[in-house]
């Protein structure tokens, strides 16, 4: 059985982070970022562009009018959007897709997670930027396990067949879990540390010292969308699968819920940034 070293040592065969996506992540820290200066990054690639444009005409965004120009999309998209859904757009674009690896479900997960992630770290009072990068990233381990040992990951997806169990599966059958190995991506892209940090955390955010509130974010995120992505009830399934880290954070799972984006919609927007 391969080990944790084997699956990290292979990020140092993907590419470096793009351009546009490393100007955006140094700007998760500024106060100070315009909406003026994130669209001239975008501008820069005209397929980036594309997406963006796609994006601003959805149906969630439901503009008034037909969306033509990359100006008229950033006002309609706003900052937070234009940034998060462009972080998001080229980084799903750079990570490699293993033979045999469903690149679309995976995105469509992680990008639908990201969102998680902010609501959860707006109802903890933590960084919702840092978050969404996160909850994008979090399952990024996967890629790297799946490129070493794809056998072992598609036993594990036969048998991670409930909500909240494939982090479970993974150490049992290829010797550690996918947060794990998602910070050899993390420190290959030079993330923020308390990213690192958190996709540590992650895989058992009650056992991490020093305990993680981003870690346990980024869980309770993946639970949501497992449980999404299953069709089940996110408050339910919440109570059932993460009441001990509910209880320490002091969370109310029923105020988090009324708070959560809706699952559809953010699949319709990973599907205008993946095609």
Known sequence: MPSLNDYTARAIDIPAMPEV???LMRSLSRDDLSLQHVADLVSRDQALAGKVLRLANSSRFSPARNVATLKDATMVLG???????TLSACLSGALPSPQGFDRLRHWRGSMAMAAYAQAVAHALGEDQDVAYLGGLMLRSGRILMAL??????????LHATVPD???GWEETLMGCSHPQVSTAIAAHWHFPAVL????RAAADPLAARPFSRLGAVLRLASVITDLREAGQDAAV??????APLLQHLGLQIEDLCLHLPPHEQLLENAQQLLH
């Open 237 to 242: 399934g919440l109570a059932e699968l993460q």
């Open 79 to 85: 900052l937070g959007h234009l940034r998060d859904l």
């Open 196 to 199: 690192e940090d958190a996709f």
């Open 148 to 157: 070493v040992d794809p056998q072992r990951c598609l036993e594990v997806d």
């Open 165 to 167: 169990s494939t982090i």
């Open 21 to 23: 996506a490393q100007k």
